[in-house]
């Protein structure tokens, strides 16, 4: 049973544009959530984290927003680059369980220059 | 170069044949964990440790053994694979669990005729 979900498997955006990832969770004690970015032949590398004591994180181009009433982040990338070109994967974790992590099952996100 | 490395990065075998990937870090990270990765299902965890000789079961644990000897080192143990363990699989470290960013090596496909 999947506790994140990310329903758009794909998301084409123009150079320069604003692009928005969006994830799901069902799983109302996760209190932190993360970003990765993911290219082909290549593990994950972290991207973003917020904390469910936040709505809003930011760092450069790269802003992630919580709404824990209705479960759900999303991931803004502006403006977006070619080199953003990449699988998107959101990540949850319960603080009171300790390390374990759930793990959306990705968005590929490609940027047309 | 803070790095983790995973070996082999390829192997195709036959069901029943037991097999080691190991994964091993050079952070002097706690916090270590092996995930696989399918299509349409994303990233799952199988097992994390939060320290020497400290190992807990993830999301699809089954099949798999793990062990935690050394701080720098974390292999996945396949005592007798099926084809269902086909898949590619990461190894993550972590300075101390919880909140910190995971480092991934760069995966391993596993085949299992």
């Known amino acids: 049973d999947q506790q994140v979900k990310q329903n758009s498997p794909s998301l084409s955006v123009q150079e320069g544009r604003i692009s928005i990832l969006n994830c799901d969770y069902t799983n109302s004690m996760f209190d932190y959530f993360l970003w990765y970015k993911k290219y082909p032949a290549e593990g994950p590398t972290f991207l973003i984290s917020?904390?469910?004591?936040?709505d809003k994180n930011e760092d450069g181009r790269f802003t992630v927003f919580l709404n824990k009433s209705a479960k759900h982040l999303s991931l803004h990338i502006v403006p977006s680059q070619p080199g953003d070109s990449a699988v998107y994967f959101c990540a949850a974790s319960d603080s009171d369980t300790g390390n374990q992590f759930y793990f959306g099952t990705g968005t590929s996100l490609t940027v047309i220059p | 170069e803070a790095q983790v490395t995973q070996n082999p990065r390829y192997l195709i075998t036959v069901t029943g044949k037991k097999l080691t990937v190991t994964c091993s870090q050079n952070?002097?990270?706690?916090?270590m964990s092996w995930y696989r990765q399918d299509p349409g299902l994303g990233l799952r965890q199988i097992y994390y440790?939060?320290?020497?000789?400290?190992?807990d079961k993830g999301d699809v644990p089954e099949g798999y053994k793990v062990s935690r000897k050394e701080k720098r080192n974390f292999p996945l143990i396949l005592e007798s694979p099926s084809p269902n363990q086909t898949s590619l699989y990461f190894c993550?470290?972590?300075?101390?669990?919880?909140?910190?960013?995971?480092?991934f090596g760069d995966g391993t496909r596993l085949s299992i005729l």
């Open positions: 993550a470290s972590s300075r101390t669990g919880g909140w910190q960013p995971q480092h």
């Open positions: 917020i904390s469910s004591i936040k």
């Open positions: 952070m002097n990270h706690e916090y």
């Open positions: 440790s939060m320290n020497v000789e400290v190992t």
